[in-house]
């Protein structure tokens, strides 16, 4: 079954208003979540590393103020779209970053959050 | 220069053939590997992954790594329709444990 789940899977927004997407692991405590954009027939471009109690961290380009990431539980991890635009219309899928077994680091995807702002 | 390279494609294959993916990276001290499959309007599922230089095999895939190259691909065997999709290579940044990514090739089996 998954082990990482995002809600909502999709969502309709008008421009102007803000968008809460989560992010879930279930059933284990992730050390790190990075947060991915997906835009239309391109690649994954990171946006953040979030880890558990501290502030996220963004790529250069990326608004901090307009993307805020909260990571308040080893579980969760949110990813808030302020006054959403139009050009904001994306794919967001979070990968989830298991501390280290006996095999080293695991990572699982979301299945990912399509946001589109109308 | 991208730091990770794919050719766009789409790369077109008949059924039952090798499809081959091809991949080079720009940070020479990358040490992990890994190759995504991601179906349209989905989030990119594990194929395969690859620390070590040389050839690593489950099932119909082949991982080859050449370090010296800084060339990762991916070999296909017996490609079946449902193999199309877009394949991600990626590699993994020595800092923060980041995964950069390509742009990603398009592979069609056509039956």
């Known amino acids: 079954g998954a082990v990482v789940s995002q809600h909502p899977s999709w969502v309709i927004c008008k421009s102007g208003t803000s968008v809460k997407i989560e992010c879930r692991s279930l059933?284990?405590?992730?050390?790190?979540m990075f947060w991915y954009r997906q835009f239309p027939k391109q690649s994954l471009m990171l946006m953040a590393t979030?880890?558990?109690?501290?502030?996220?961290?963004?790529e250069q380009g990326v608004e901090k103020d307009k993307f805020l990431i909260n990571h308040a539980s080893l579980t969760l991890s949110t990813l808030t779209v302020t006054s959403a635009h139009p050009e904001d219309s994306s794919f967001y899928i979070c990968?989830?970053?298991?501390?280290?077994?006996?095999?080293?680091?695991?990572?699982?995807f979301g299945p990912g959050t399509r946001l589109t702002v109308t | 220069q991208k730091e990770v390279e794919q050719n766009s494609g789409p790369l077109s294959v008949p059924e039952g053939a090798i499809a081959s993916l091809n991949c080079t990276y720009s940070d020479r001290g990358s040490q992990s590997f890994f190759w995504y499959r991601q179906y349209s309007g989905k989030s990119p599922e594990l194929i395969m992954f690859i620390y070590s230089n040389g050839d690593k095999e489950d099932g119909r895939f082949t991982a080859q790594l050449n370090k010296a190259s800084q060339y990762v691909s991916l070999l296909i065997r017996d490609s079946q329709p449902s193999d199309s999709a877009t394949y991600l290579c990626?590699?993994?940044?020595?800092?923060?444990?980041?995964?950069?990514f390509g742009a990603g090739t398009i592979l069609r089996v056509k039956s």
């Open positions: 990968r989830v970053l298991v501390a280290p077994g006996l095999a080293g680091y695991e990572q699982y």
């Open positions: 990626a590699v993994n940044q020595r800092v923060g444990n980041k995964l950069v």
């Open positions: 059933d284990f405590q992730a050390t790190t």
């Open positions: 979030s880890n558990e109690g501290s502030k996220a961290t963004y």
